[in-house]
């Protein structure tokens, strides 16, 4: 019995025993690399936040918005007509474009004078742009999408520069990075994002 007890009070001792200063900094590096891996990979292949600048994406999104954008559903499936996607400006590091898709890739896209969005030679029926369009850019001429690209508009028409403009240009799959998923700020307008 007396065996018994002392060595249960040495399992406690050893038990309650502090770690040395070598041990705990091993442990704190330990967890801080764990922490350091799992956040660049959900930044990096999961989800990121992202800030609106401008308002080309208006009355959808609105300057000073923060989003999250969703970088792992285009992973298993391709992007579709209307989605909101982020992509970056070739002609300027560290920028990016937030606009809504219009052309699927293989379509034929041409915009009227009068503001109209053509695809195949059919009237695309939608409502996302805030007004008439005054240019249609190059798009006045029929545009035949290549098997990865899209064409891109901003909802605010007037006001955005995408694939009407030749320096933005047709967007290749490869160039999205994600899809904007959901805005987290302002705190009045959380909430999913409604692409179709």
Not at 81 to 106: A, C, L, N, Q, S
Request: glycine share 8%; net charge neutral; aromatic share 10%.
């Amino acid at each position: 019995m007396k065996n018994k007890d002392s060595r249960k009070k040495r399992e406690q001792e050893e038990e309650q025993k502090p770690l040395t200063l070598g041990q705990e900094i091993l442990q704190m590096s330990i967890y801080l690399l764990i922490v350091l891996c799992l956040t660049f990979l959900l930044i990096h292949y999961v989800g990121q936040r992202t800030r609106v600048q401008g308002d080309s994406m208006r009355p959808t999104l609105h300057d000073g918005d923060n989003l999250i954008v969703d970088k792992l559903s285009y992973r298993f499936q391709d992007p579709q007509r209307f989605d909101i996607i982020v992509f970056p400006y070739e002609h300027k590091k560290k920028t990016y474009y937030i606009k809504r898709i219009i052309g699927m890739p293989g379509e034929r896209v041409r915009i009227d004078q009068d503001g109209i969005i053509y695809i195949n030679g059919e009237v695309l029926e939608e409502d996302y742009g805030a007004e008439v369009m005054r240019s249609p850019g190059r798009a006045v001429t029929e545009i035949t999408l290549g098997e990865d690209e899209y064409f891109v508009l901003g909802d605010n028409r007037n006001n955005s520069s995408d694939s009407r403009d030749p320096s933005v240009g047709n967007i290749h799959r490869d160039r999205i990075i994600g899809k904007a998923w959901i805005r987290i700020w302002p705190f009045s307008d959380i909430g999913f994002l409604k692409h179709q």
